[in-house]
């Protein structure tokens, strides 16, 4: 969905998702990006930044930040917390001039909700000051809940009102950014125990690093250019 439409449908998403869910999880991917860089300063754009959990955790950090999302009413939310964003959808638009020479790019669960990810990759490249980095997360769509439903007939993702586009693994999502023209420097695994658990998802954490595909719900990668 591309245009007013998406602008629509994921204006709707955003009403309709358990907030403090995501946040938590949004907030996660943050903390794991931030563990994945070795300086929390300068430029940075985050693309489908939503009501601004992540980009709020990176301006904490010390990044100058500026966020862009498709849905207004997530605009809205992340500016309401005082945090600069544009309305851009970057399935079908090109990110403006203005918003270029960032030392990072960053984009949390996003390239599976775009009809066009290889293009929207290029664009985020675009964006970047020569030398900049990427980190982009993608979901593990085949954890160990996941597999042991799809074997009763019941696999939770694909059908007409899955947001998703695209599904990924561990080894599809790694194939995916290096076939767009990326080199993965690094990268961390979200275990697929929710933040709430705390101490018990500190416990799996080895789990998800070491079985991604089994114990990890997304993967956050920090990547290059690949020249």
């Not at 600069?84 to 403006?96: G, N, Q, R």
Request: hydrophobic residues 40%; aromatic residues 8%; contains cysteine.
């Amino acid at each position: 969905m591309t245009g007013d439409s998406g602008a629509a449908y994921y204006d709707q998403y955003w009403a309709e998702r358990d907030r403090k869910r995501t946040a938590a999880r949004s907030r996660r991917r943050a903390t794991l990006a931030l563990e994945l860089l070795d300086s929390h300063c300068g430029a940075l754009l985050e693309i489908g930044c939503g009501p601004g959990w992540a980009l709020e955790r990176f301006r904490d950090a010390g990044f100058d930040v500026v966020g862009v999302d498709v849905s207004r009413r997530a605009c809205d939310d992340a500016s309401a917390r005082g945090l600069k964003v544009h309305v851009l959808d970057v399935d079908s638009e090109d990110i403006p001039e203005a918003l270029t020479g960032f030392q990072l790019v960053v984009a949390l669960e996003v390239l599976e909700h775009l009809l066009e990810p290889v293009a929207a990759i290029q664009k985020m490249c675009s964006a970047l000051q020569p030398g900049g980095r990427l980190i982009i997360s993608l979901p593990n769509e085949w954890t160990l809940p996941r597999r042991i439903s799809a074997l009763f007939g019941r696999p939770g993702f694909g059908g007409h009102d899955d947001p998703h586009r695209r599904h990924f693994d561990p080894c599809s999502a790694r194939r995916f950014l290096e076939a767009a023209g990326l080199r993965v420097v690094d990268c961390r695994w979200d275990s697929l125990l929710p933040p709430r658990w705390g101490f018990l998802k500190t416990l799996t954490e080895p789990l998800a690093a070491f079985f991604p595909g089994l114990f990890a719900i997304s993967g956050v990668f920090l990547l290059e250019v690949d020249p």
